[in-house]
């Protein structure tokens, strides 16, 4: 069973920058990722990153967020610059296990940014 523990949210203006970090227990991880939930919308992806260090960013988000990991602290972290009032929603990590291959989410980290 992973646990993951997610912080760094908060409440930000627009231009302003935050970092996001989660930290996972108890696996060895496989790909690792962040998701956003926009009020009244669906969850979305933002990022994800593999073991070996490959990326996948949204449109939305390129250039302005970058995704990380430490796998010494079993812990990914999202460097968000630029951030702007449609970047407004719950954040969420997720991790899968590299074997068996499950998925895990977090908690969910809000971040709100005002104009």
């Known amino acids: 069973q992973v646990q993951l523990v997610e912080s760094g949210g908060g409440l930000v203006q627009a231009g302003g920058s935050l970092r996001l970090s989660c930290a996972a227990s108890?696996?060895?991880?496989?790909?690792m990722g962040w998701y956003r939930q926009p009020p009244g919308k669906p969850r979305e992806l933002v990022v994800t990153?593999?073991?070996?260090?490959?990326?996948n960013y949204a449109d939305s988000v390129k250039g302005r967020f970058t995704i990380s990991r430490d796998d010494t602290k079993n812990t990914v972290y999202l460097q968000i610059d630029s951030l702007q009032p449609e970047d407004t929603a719950v954040y969420y990590c997720?991790?899968?296990?590299?074997?068996?291959?499950?998925?895990?989410w977090g908690q969910g980290t809000q971040v709100t940014v005002s104009s």
């Open positions: 990153i593999t073991r070996g260090g490959t990326t």
């Open positions: 997720r991790v899968r296990t590299f074997y068996p291959p499950v998925d895990y």
């Open positions: 108890g696996s060895i991880l496989d790909a």
